[in-house]
């Protein structure tokens, strides 16, 4: 009898064992950012943009799986692989570029956390930013590796709170799905440029560095995995794995973005509030509304993703910035074998809390964030789509035509809402 428990156990514990840097990345893509850039779309075109969250998931999926796939293959992230197969310019003038980008994100985000919990219990905003800063950075650096990717996949269970949210306020269900399979378009400025921040939240260049580089971490301290291209016995079975983590981890993504959708657009469009400026403006605007238990939980949501957030940032901007400059890098080393990766990590966060000192406006640094994650986007999606279809990259692992196409289209999505920002400039 005890055995056949034992026996029942071990699905689901498998299951949770598969899904590891695509479940993380996915859930950091929601971040306080990311949830004040819902909440505007939400609040200025109620269910008319839920469509959105449904056209990028299979945009996102392929891209990241891309990016898993190469750091697997090669054993080391994208930035390592630009590195050895292509300018080192480019190089450098993309992790400029993208460390420009996690600063100004991890400092708008860091900032919205501190307004969730001044909202939740009052006191001053700025020390909340400096020990959310300094909570993420000491667990970053001081926590062993497993220990802390363990913690990050059940930190995003924090998300749920959303979908708790939507349920406790009424919401037209009939007229969400319709919405969301039949894209109600407007053809003026204001909506191209709220695609423009939904593209530029969900398809972020950040989250290709960090999975790519979880992937080639989680093979260097597994003493029985290889790189594929030396290993390629592994390779089945890992190519799986990494195909369910990834979509799982964006499905989850762009599923809790969805409800954040539709509960501002219940709530502060059903009520004429069209113009919010963040992610705690929309949770203190929901408390009149929806009542204190919706508040608190959008409240508590912030603070959640920003504690797996804030850390992925960092990390993905030390990653690439480590690989490409040959440092020793890696989460799963002693501080004191990767200096110069950690104090990478320690400096983006800093400048990040720094950032808060200066009286920025919200919809100004979101939308300064979106234009560099999507001008950086489209050459690191351009030259991880070239690389993961050269055999002197990917050996035997070369990516098969349909995840090319996909992969592809995703890329030109990403160029195509480059030129609606440009052509939408004036406008923002």
């Given amino acids: ?10 699905p689901p514990q498998r299951f949770w064992q598969i899904l590891g840097p695509g479940l993380i990345t996915g859930a950091s893509d929601d971040d306080p950012s990311g949830i004040g850039t819902y909440s505007q779309v939400g609040a200025q075109f109620g269910y008319g943009m839920t469509w959105v969250m449904l056209a990028t998931y299979p945009l996102m999926s392929a891209i990241q799986e891309i990016s898993a796939r190469i750091g697997r293959v090669t054993g080391q992230g994208l930035a390592g692989n630009m590195r050895r197969h292509h300018s080192a310019t480019l190089l450098r003038v993309l992790m400029f570029s993208l460390l420009v980008a996690n600063i100004v994100n991890l400092g708008a985000d860091l900032g919205a956390m501190g307004d969730a919990v001044k909202l939740l219990i009052g006191g001053p905003r700025f020390a909340y930013v400096v020990a959310f800063g300094a909570l993420c950075v000491g667990l970053e650096i001081f926590m062993q590796y497993r220990r802390y990717c363990y913690y990050l996949k059940w930190t995003a269970v924090v998300l749920f709170a959303y979908v708790a949210t939507a349920l406790s306020i009424h919401i037209p269900w009939g007229e969400v799905l319709l919405r969301t399979v039949v894209p109600d378009f407007q053809f003026n400025a204001k909506y191209l440029v709220a695609i423009v921040a939904v ?6 260049p950040y989250l290709f560095f ?15 995995a290889k790189p594929l291209r030396m290993a390629p016995q592994q390779g089945p079975s890992e190519i799986r794995r990494i195909r369910i983590d990834t979509y799982i981890g964006m499905f989850f993504s762009n599923a809790i973005g969805w409800f954040i959708i539709i509960t501002v657009a219940g709530t502060l469009n059903a009520h004429g509030i069209t113009d919010i400026d963040s992610s705690s403006q929309a949770a203190e605007a929901l408390r009149p509304l929806a009542g204190p238990l919706a508040f608190t939980l959008f409240a508590a949501g912030i603070i959640g993703t920003g504690l797996l957030a804030i850390p992925v940032l960092a990390g993905s901007a030390a990653y690439a910035v480590a690989e490409a400059l040959q440092w020793p890098v890696g989460l799963a080393r002693l501080p004191l074998e990767a200096k110069a990766f950690y104090a990478t990590i320690a400096v983006a966060t800093l400048l990040g809390v720094a950032f808060n000192l200066f009286h920025f406006d919200p919809i100004k640094a979101l939308f300064w ?5 999507g001008v950086v986007a489209v050459p690191v999606m351009a030259v991880t789509m070239v690389m993961a279809r050269q055999k002197k990259v990917m050996g035997d692992f070369t990516l098969g035509w349909t995840l090319t196409i996909w992969g592809w289209i995703a890329t030109i999505a990403m160029t195509a809402v480059v030129i ?9």
């Fill in 420 to 428: 609606g920002m440009a052509a939408t400039w004036n406008v923002s």
């Fill in 210 to 224: 960090w999975q790519s580089s979880q992937e080639a971490e989680d093979e260097r301290v597994d003493p029985k």
């Fill in 199 to 204: 593209m530029g939240t969900t398809i972020s």
């Fill in 369 to 373: 964030s979106a234009v560099v994650n």
């Fill in 1 to 10: 009898m005890a055995a056949k428990k034992r026996n029942n156990k071990k």
